[in-house]
């Protein structure tokens, strides 16, 4: 038995070391030429599902997540996020539905994004699972051109256009890591306007993400996570982070983006309720004033049903 289990952590530190060289890596090559995707935020460690719904079945509860980020501040029409995800599970078929609103603000411009999504989960063997998901929704864009005082005929005339939304998700995980491809935004047809087809909010976007959660010491566990994003015609943009739990009670994490961005993270677990801070700068004087443009970042979320009893899933 001993054996065994110096076995299992040999493996779990090999395949730490070798993530770590991998994002070591990516984030080398990568950093010269990332930018923001639209739809990012610090704390995707804790609420991976709307990138990729499948991970809905990672936790047996029914849960509600919430999130809001004020990107800038001190910045006049800076970027402002809202979202929120909910999820129900299906115990019978080891699946889950949901449904994922988001919505965010950009001086003119404006999108909503709503989505209701189904997950099925397979068991491979006893350790390992397979989970699948689909969703679909709509996407709306406005620019509110009219609202500029210019005299270009450009900036006359609105832009407006919704359009339907489809996606997919897939990842492979065990009860200590897991390994992850989605593209939950897929626009079916393209808007018909230029202005629209140039902004990256309408592109398709696709995701990588993994993480591990690995023992420390009885009662702290750290875990390294990615999440690696493309829109075509945009540069890849490659998040890392790492947590350390203690307890199980409180976290405390850093995360940094190839956008030259990097935040301090702060979560705390309590009974049924998740709450997540993070705090962002930017690590380059070239990105709007550097380290004087922060971005706060709040998250609560609320675990019911059959499942909530147990503790919180960090993975």
Request: proline share 3%; aromatic share 12%.
């Given at each position: 038995m001993m054996r065994d289990m110096n076995k299992i952590d040999n493996n779990k530190f090999s395949l730490l070391v070798t993530l770590s060289l991998c994002l070591l890596l990516i984030v080398t090559g990568l950093s010269a030429c990332a930018q923001q995707q639209a739809f990012s935020y610090t704390q995707y460690m804790d609420n991976l599902t709307p990138f990729n719904p499948a991970y809905s079945l990672l936790d047996k509860a029914g849960s509600i997540h919430t999130l809001a980020r004020k990107q800038w501040v001190g910045i006049d029409g800076a970027p402002v996020t809202y979202l929120i995800n909910g999820n129900l599970p299906i115990e019978s078929i080891d699946g889950a539905a949901g449904l994922i609103v988001f919505d965010n603000r950009l001086a003119i411009e404006h999108q909503t994004e709503v989505n209701a999504y189904f997950a099925k989960g397979i068991q491979l063997d006893p350790y390992s699972y397979l989970a699948v998901s689909i969703n679909g929704g709509i996407r709306n864009y406005t620019a509110n051109y009219s609202s500029l005082d210019s005299n270009d005929p450009t900036f006359r005339n609105d832009v407006r256009g919704t359009k339907p939304n489809i996606g997919f998700g897939v990842i492979y995980y065990t009860d200590w890591y897991y390994l992850g491809i989605s593209a939950p935004e897929l626009t079916i047809t393209s808007l018909g306007t230029a202005s629209i087809q140039n902004n990256s909010s309408f592109k398709s976007h696709y995701y990588f993400s993994g993480a591990l959660l690995t023992n420390i010491?009885?009662?702290?566990?750290?875990?390294?996570?990615?999440?690696?994003?493309?829109?075509?015609?945009?540069?890849?943009?490659?998040?890392?982070?790492?947590?350390?739990?203690?307890?199980?009670?409180?976290?405390?994490?850093?995360?940094?983006?190839?956008?030259?961005?990097?935040?301090?993270?702060?979560?705390?677990?309590?009974?049924?309720?998740?709450?997540?801070?993070?705090?962002q700068f930017d690590t380059s004087s070239a990105n709007l004033g550097g380290f004087n443009n922060a971005t706060h970042e709040i998250s609560i979320s609320y675990r019911f049903g059959n499942g909530a009893a147990s503790n919180h899933n960090l993975l």
């Open positions: 010491s009885e009662d702290i566990k750290f875990k390294p996570a990615t999440l690696v994003a493309y829109a075509k015609g945009v540069p890849l943009v490659v998040n890392v982070s790492g947590t350390l739990y203690m307890k199980q009670a409180l976290g405390i994490g850093i995360n940094y983006n190839t956008d030259n961005a990097m935040a301090g993270i702060v979560t705390i677990n309590m009974n049924a309720f998740h709450v997540g801070y993070s705090y």
